[in-house]
């Protein structure tokens, strides 16, 4: 079964309004999480990684103030596009590692489409 | 700088064929993780092997087979007898021990025709 989730896995909005994605950890504590983003037919690229109780950090290029990151608990990690642009629609993906086998899991990814 | 190469962008084979994906690697780094990565069409990222620099073993899973050479810094997969569910686009990656974040290849789409 899954070991890290993503809620939603498909979001249509409309341009200028915000869009929340969730990242969870099942059944582990993850004090760090990753946010990739991929666009069609290309590969992933680390966006930032997601600090539990402190900021995220960015990757150069990766705009803070568009793409907030919230790591509240030792299981959820947020995603939020704000002020979304029809450039935003991409596929969204986190990341966990997993202690105990020392492997890192993905979650099911995010749809996201800006109309 | 840490680089992840896969050269083949998409091969296409006959159900039963044996098929082998080729990754290589740059790192500075004497201690590091590779990965490979299964990427269906619904998206989601199949984890399918995590191998330590140290670990110079050749794997085998299943109908998967792994060679990885530190000399020529490749980690290439095999897939024996493929099947049409094999069919999805495999990311090969790599990781340096103190850090989380993976840096991908671009990707290798797999085509398996009945």
């Known amino acids: 079964g899954a070991v890290v989730s993503q809620h939603p896995s498909r979001v249509i909005c409309k341009s200028g309004t915000s869009v929340k994605i969730e990242c969870r950890s099942l059944?582990?504590?993850?004090?760090?999480m990753f946010w990739y983003r991929q666009f069609p037919k290309q590969s992933l690229m680390l966006m930032a990684t997601?600090?539990?109780?402190?900021?995220?950090?960015?990757e150069q290029g990766v705009e803070k103030d568009k793409f907030l990151i919230n790591h509240a608990s030792l299981t959820l990690s947020t995603l939020t596009v704000t002020s979304a642009h029809p450039e935003d629609s991409s596929f969204y993906i986190c990341?966990?590692?997993?202690?105990?086998?020392?492997?890192?899991?993905f979650g099911e990814g995010s749809w996201l489409t800006v109309v | 700088a840490q680089k992840v190469t896969q050269a083949q962008t998409e091969i296409s084979v006959v159900e039963k064929e044996d098929v082998t994906l080729d990754c290589v690697y740059e790192?500075?780094?004497?201690?590091?993780?590779l990965f490979w990565y299964k990427q269906p069409p619904s998206g989601e990222l199949v984890f399918l092997i995590r191998?330590?620099?140290?670990?110079?073993q050749n794997e085998i899973s299943g109908r998967y087979s792994w060679n990885f050479q530190k000399s020529t810094s490749s980690f290439n997969f095999t897939i024996t007898a493929s099947q049409v569910v094999d069919s999805a686009v495999y990311f090969c990656?790599?990781?340096?021990?103190?850090?989380?974040?993976?840096?991908f290849g671009t990707g290798t789409r797999l085509q398996v025709f009945p």
């Open positions: 990341s966990a590692r997993r202690q105990v086998e020392n492997t890192i899991y």
């Open positions: 997601s600090n539990e109780g402190s900021k995220a950090t960015y």
């Open positions: 191998r330590n620099s140290f670990d110079e």
């Open positions: 790192t500075r780094d004497t201690t590091y993780y």
């Open positions: 990656a790599l990781t340096d021990y103190n850090t989380d974040k993976l840096i």
């Open positions: 059944d582990f504590q993850a004090t760090t």
